[in-house]
């Protein structure tokens, strides 16, 4: 495993270097646990299918298969 001050050290190096790549990483990560949270609903079998896939089908995702 690497050691922790250095982890930190770099961390820090990127944080201060390019504070636009480290904002939109955290973007992106909010998108992502969207997506999951949206992905959950579309598979949520006490969900109408019919609700379920018509949002898959408007949001471009995979429909439920039931």
Partial sequence: ????????????????????LVS???DLAIHRHR???VVRF???EAIAHDIRAGLARD????????
């Fill in 24 to 26: 939109a990483e955290n």
């Fill in 59 to 66: 949001l471009h995702l995979p429909e439920p298969s039931r």
């Fill in 35 to 37: 997506l999951a949270l």
């Fill in 1 to 20: 495993m690497p050691d922790q001050d250095y982890v930190n050290q770099l961390a820090d190096q990127l944080q201060h270097r390019h504070p636009d």
């Fill in 42 to 44: 579309i598979h949520n």
